[in-house]
């Protein structure tokens, strides 16, 4: 059985933290109970079982990264997480209920970006942000501008994404996290395709979310070097059925 005591240290020490109304929590006192929960999970795909007996528990304030080699279940846990995918064994729990009794909060808690941009080719990349805000808080166009101002594609507000490069097709999906956002992020592979400046901006950003609260789940072979406190790793190449 793994649990969450083996995250690099003994013990899983809970600690404060701050999140958004909507997390039923005061920003004022000390986070104690998990946001977000995995009781036993258990995880198949095509007749393979790839991990199981997984216990996490996750408060805001922290960031999970979750690694391990190709096949070992960090997409299918993330989908898992998101509630894409059911599991095959145990429970995932958001604020102690049931996820699939909790799809609206978790809708409304949730920015999910995957390994692919998820971006449309023939908007642009204002459009774009306009329709993806619109997914919790539609921003007005200053915002959008601000937030593309923040990951280098000041110009390119009116640009079609189809003429962009990979890592500027990147870039704006990122956007969405320099707008006003909810507080739960979860990402696959985000820094796929940033060159150096990118990564290294993106690691701060993800690290100040944690630090004013935010919970971050991600998949990445990068080795990060700006670590929030709340900084965990599962490797699940270490834990594979």
């Not at 429970?91 to 799809?103: D, F, V, W």
């Not at 080719?121 to 166009?141: F, K």
């Not at 501008?145 to 870039?171: I, K, M, N, Y």
Request: charged share 15%; proline share 5%; aromatic share 6%.
């Amino acid at each position: 059985m793994y649990n969450a005591a083996h995250f690099g240290r003994p013990g899983y020490a809970q600690y404060s933290g701050r999140s958004t109304p909507d997390l039923n929590l005061d920003r004022r006192r000390a986070v104690t109970s998990p946001f977000l929960e995995t009781q036993s999970l258990a995880c198949e795909r095509d007749w393979r079982l790839l991990f199981e007996h997984l216990d996490l528990q996750l408060l805001p304030g922290q960031m999970l990264q979750i690694s391990g080699p190709n096949g070992s279940g960090k997409t299918s846990l993330l989908r898992l997480l998101c509630g894409l995918m059911q599991p095959t064994a145990g429970e995932i729990l958001l604020q102690g209920q049931p996820l699939h009794t909790q799809r609206h909060a978790l809708a409304r808690n949730l920015l999910l970006i995957g390994h692919a941009a998820g971006i449309k080719g023939l908007l642009t990349a204002q459009e774009n942000l306009l329709w993806l805000s619109a997914l919790h808080v539609t921003q007005d166009r200053e915002a959008i501008w601000q937030a593309l101002a923040a990951v280098g594609l000041r110009g390119f507000e009116d640009v079609p994404c189809h003429t962009l490069s990979a890592g500027q097709q990147r870039r704006v999906a990122l956007a969405r996290l320099y707008l006003p956002a909810p507080p739960l992020w979860i990402l696959d592979e985000p820094f796929t395709a940033l060159d150096k400046h990118g990564v290294a901006q993106l690691e701060r950003h993800l690290a100040s979310h944690c630090e004013q609260g935010g919970l971050v789940i991600l998949t990445t072979h990068h080795n990060l070097q700006d670590k929030p406190a709340g900084y965990r790793e599962l490797d699940l190449g270490q834990i594979a059925a």
